[in-house]
């Protein structure tokens, strides 16, 4: 093993010298997504989404997968054939290839387990673990709100990921699974150092907004942005003179790309752990929150 | 991919040349263990166990599993600390690394769903399709009854399908997972063919015996052999020759393999379908059946 738990794939180094990146992702009715309330066919495109953004923040191509279901024994058929109609579009988008499966029947809810496999480009992985201080923190799309649809609609940046890693610098990236905090925060761990988020540019979702509205008393929009988590979107470490040209070029604007903007919202440092600077340069800590699972 | 699903694993080819066997089983409580009578120890061995049986029905060395699980929020840790203890020393004798996972707590039963990577032999992957008239069915083990305890602790035969595919001339092979008599009717599917089995020469476990004796209103030891599945032997379709050098020799009675006879126990057709063959020599269809998923 080359790389192995604690990044969003593990690397396998093969017998014949070839490198296999893998990653897996259980998703469960009730926490993942609401099956009384949602098509199927967006829960697939989910199950299978999450795992290629786990790819595309470790910059490797996805290139099988193999899907397991525990489906409720009534209605169980319809739907399974309803999630692969939602996942089926997804993994030809990205010539994905279904290698295999395991359906099981029971009494329980729904379940969908995927292991994805992936290759890394000759630029090699993109780890955690290689932020430097000074590098600028970039983040791909915008943040907050998922949960009102985006959690089950997103595009994993797989695209994106694979060109900026081959045609730029970039030092360490992650995809935002639980939150901006809270994945920045485990970036960081991995990297040994700190960060500073600038947190009035930090891009938020109008979904953000959104909640907000709908609930005055509730979070802010930007605490919605550092807290949701659920948007699939990239943080990356890039050195300052390549952020900089990454931000004038803003190559993911451009065709085949759907128009994902790069925006800087922040710098690496020595000093371990998070810290928010305000519109005033003050800076404070910045707590790392997010979805974790919670156990009694 | 060089071989998709209906086999015991997928075979991937990376763009590097290498090929990676990959294959994913679920488990849930009710169906394949139930929690509250188990020691989760014995679950987690079962979990691993079942992949490595999968590898091992393709002739792939094992290299690597990634371990998803939904764990019940009440208690979900300790479960998987002990299932952890289960499966450690499974991996370690097979020197399977644990490549990553993914830990969900919910409000439903235990899942555990395990995906394994392999590498085929020089020799090359193990197929189900390889079948031909006249080889011999060849199975390692005995079967029947594996419900009263074989099918948590059975060790999986990886190490014997790797002497064996590499030593022997093998044409095809198959664990049996959901019944003797269900997997070798999918064996002679893939391979386009039909199987004598000569009911007669089965090897019957002692649990089959039991079960009967409990039960004796119920199946035959014959019929438990033939229909209960889990027993995770592989059924090998070996020609004539090389079946009987291999019946001689009975490799997998020396060290280091722990004393697992070989049986002869009917022969490979060309005529589509299951039979059996009595004492008498007289033929009579073979309906294969095992456990097979139901949804209504």
Same mark, same amino acid.
């Given at each position: ?135 600028r923190i970039l983040v791909t ?23 900026l ?5 970039l ?13 920045? *925060?485990?970036? /960081? ?8 988020? #600038?947190? @009035? +540019?930090?891009?938020?979702? $109008? ?27 990239l943080i990356l470490a890039v050195?300052?003179?390549?952020a900089?040209?990454l931000l ?14 790069l925006t800087d919202i *922040?710098?690496? /440092? ?8 305000? #519109?005033? @340069? +003050?800076?404070?800590?910045? $707590? ?9």
């Amino acid at each position: 093993m080359r790389l192995g738990p604690g990044d969003d794939a593990a690397i396998l180094r093969l017998g014949d010298g070839g490198q296999c990146a893998v990653t897996v992702d259980l998703l469960t009715d009730g926490v993942d997504f609401v099956l009384r309330d949602t098509d199927p066919r967006r829960i697939g495109h989910k199950a299978l989404a999450v795992n290629l953004s786990d790819l595309a923040a470790m910059a490797a191509r996805p290139l099988a997968v193999v899907v397991a279901l525990a489906l409720p024994r009534h209605g169980g058929l319809e739907i399974a054939q309803q999630l692969y109609e939602g996942l089926l579009p997804l993994a030809e988008q990205h010539q994905v290839a279904i290698a295999g499966g395991d359906i099981n029947s029971w009494d329980g809810p729904l379940v969908i387990s995927i292991t994805a496999l992936g290759e890394p480009t000759a630029a090699g992985p993109l780890l955690r673990s290689g932020a430097r201080p000074g590098d600028r923190i970039l983040v791909t799309g915008c943040f907050g709100g998922s949960i009102l649809g985006r959690h089950l609609d997103f595009q994993p940046r797989v695209a994106e990921a694979l060109h900026l890693q081959q045609q730029y610098e970039l030092h360490a990236g992650i995809d935002v699974s639980d939150g901006l905090s809270l994945d920045l *925060g485990r970036l /960081v761990e991995a990297s040994r150092c700190g960060a500073i988020v #600038d947190v @009035g +540019r930090v891009p938020i979702a $109008a979904a953000a907004h959104q909640l907000t509205l709908e609930q005055p008393a509730g979070p802010t929009p930007l605490e919605h942005a550092l807290v949701d988590g659920e948007d699939f979107e990239l943080i990356l470490a890039v050195p300052p003179a390549e952020a900089q040209r990454l931000l004038v070029h803003q190559p993911l604007l451009e065709a085949p790309f759907p128009s994902v903007p790069l925006t800087d919202i *922040g710098e690496f /440092v020595a000093h371990p752990g998070l810290w928010q600077r305000d #519109d005033q @340069g +003050r800076i404070h800590p910045l $707590a790392p929150r997010g979805f974790e699972h919670s156990f009694r």
